[in-house]
């Protein structure tokens, strides 16, 4: 029993971003056939942005009418939400409309907007629900939560990228003066992947039901027993009673002097893990910390990977979009089982990630012709940067959680705020830089003539 709900456990875990991490792994593919091109990438961290109106909601329903807005209902509909928008964008996310007299990707916008409320949403219902379980399943729920990231970003390495080709095209001029003229054009021709767009929205879909299908199961799961049986059964056998405890409390602690020996050891070893308190300085520089790294990941620098990366060509963008999203499940594991708590050590990983993105930005600043561009050197580099950008500021995030957690409830909820308002303001600047002055300049594979 207990195996087969860490299962169901895991299984719920994985439909909490899936949807959203399998896009950001197929932009390379994407990007080549809808109107918006390069700059796809920044119009989706805003509409994920604007998602977060979902869990606004929801906090604000248990603000005002408390304990009657039920997890159970809210994630068996954004669930549902889920599944359906994966199978509609499966099938219309090519449909483009004319809007402000050019061609958008109206459905694929739309249907990005629901599965990132239902993503956003999941990170304020799914968490209280599953503390409806023993504490043992939370573990198995996290693991579930970072195989959102790696699944789709193993499935999108499978798939691999189509290969492009430059061949010359004839283009029958439209001049009036000398009307069937004809001239000859190098084209950039994208061959097909391993399997299509199509089926790997598909997968997302499969993904998707068997986490409804999982939560649906885990609703069936007989929670009173298992919480009474928990903290009054030892591995031993051994029955506590609670009222032999509370009446006589020699016989609950023979020896209190030993105990309360242990006690103190207890506490001073808990001292030498747990910081308890930081300074008005040190949790300053923790927010901001929150602030920066979220802000960078989440809005600075994934609005410009299209243009620090298809310079190198489509396979580069393509093993920094999927490694990428595998690294961040990564980095979670090892902060779980190697967590460093030192805000010395957590800066100079903060540092380090920030140059890497550095290296990321100033790339796409320099597109079409980034350093190293057309060697495999600089192919290398620019896949390597991704990765350990995402990889370290991922731990980064994860500490600077755990240790805000430890402080108190109060210091949970800002870092949320944090979080939010990191990574609203770097796509709201890079949304204007990109779509707007247009300081990023996009290319052609077979036409662009770089400078040697």
């Not at 939560?145 to 789709?152: I, K, N």
């Amino acid at each position: 029993m207990s195996l087969y709900i860490h299962i169901l456990a895991c299984a719920f875990g994985l439909g909490s971003w899936v949807a959203i991490n399998g896009l950001w792994v197929e932009l390379p593919l994407i990007v080549n056939i809808l109107p918006e091109a390069w700059d796809l990438p920044s119009y989706l961290t805003v509409i994920i942005q604007l998602a977060n109106i979902g869990p606004l909601i929801v906090t604000i329903a248990h603000k005002l009418c408390p304990g009657r807005l039920h997890e159970n209902v809210v994630i068996c509909v954004v669930l549902t939400i889920g599944v359906l928008a994966c199978i509609l964008l499966t099938v219309f996310w090519r449909n483009t409309t004319v809007l402000l007299g050019a061609q958008r990707s109206t459905a694929f916008f739309v249907l990005t907007f629901f599965l990132a409320l239902v993503d956003c949403t999941s990170s304020v219902t799914f968490l209280p629900f599953m503390m409806q379980l023993p504490a043992k399943y939370i573990t198995t729920y996290f693991i579930g939560e970072g195989l959102s990231g790696f699944v789709p970003g193993l499935v999108a390495l499978g798939q691999g990228v189509g290969m492009f080709k430059c061949v010359n095209v004839s283009q029958t001029s439209s001049n009036l003066s000398q009307p069937g003229d004809e001239h000859f054009g190098v084209e950039t021709q994208y061959l097909p992947p391993n399997f299509s767009t199509e089926v790997f929205f598909s997968l997302l879909v499969v993904m998707m039901v068997v986490s409804l299908v999982a939560f649906a199961l885990l609703n069936r799961v007989p929670r009173t027993y298992e919480l009474s049986t928990e903290c009054l059964v030892h591995k031993s056998g051994h029955v506590d009673s609670v009222s032999g405890g509370l009446d006589n409390p020699a016989l609950s602690d023979p020896n209190p002097k030993a105990k309360a020996q242990e006690d103190d050891v207890k506490a001073q070893s808990t001292l030498l893990v747990v910081k308890p308190f930081y300074s008005s300085c040190e949790l300053a520089f923790i927010y901001f910390m929150v602030v920066w790294v979220n802000g960078a990941t989440n809005g600075l620098l994934p609005s410009v990977q299209t243009y620090s990366c298809m310079p190198y060509g489509n396979t580069a963008y393509h093993l920094s979009a999927a490694l990428a999203s595998v690294a961040n499940p990564l980095a979670c594991i090892i902060a779980m089982f190697a967590p460093k708590r030192s805000l010395v050590f957590l800066g100079v990983l903060c540092l380090l990630g920030t140059g890497f993105g550095g290296y990321n930005m100033a790339m796409a600043a320099m597109s079409p012709c980034p350093l190293l561009q057309g060697s495999p050197v600089g192919e290398a580099i620019i896949v390597l940067s991704w990765v350990f950008f995402t990889g370290l500021l991922s731990y980064v995030k994860v500490m600077v959680g755990v240790i805000l957690r430890d402080q108190s409830h109060n210091a949970l909820v800002w870092c949320g705020a944090a979080v939010q308002l990191g990574s609203l303001v770097g796509s709201l600047v890079m949304f204007p830089l990109v779509n707007i002055y247009h300081l990023f300049q996009s290319g052609d594979i077979c036409n662009t003539k770089c400078p040697l």
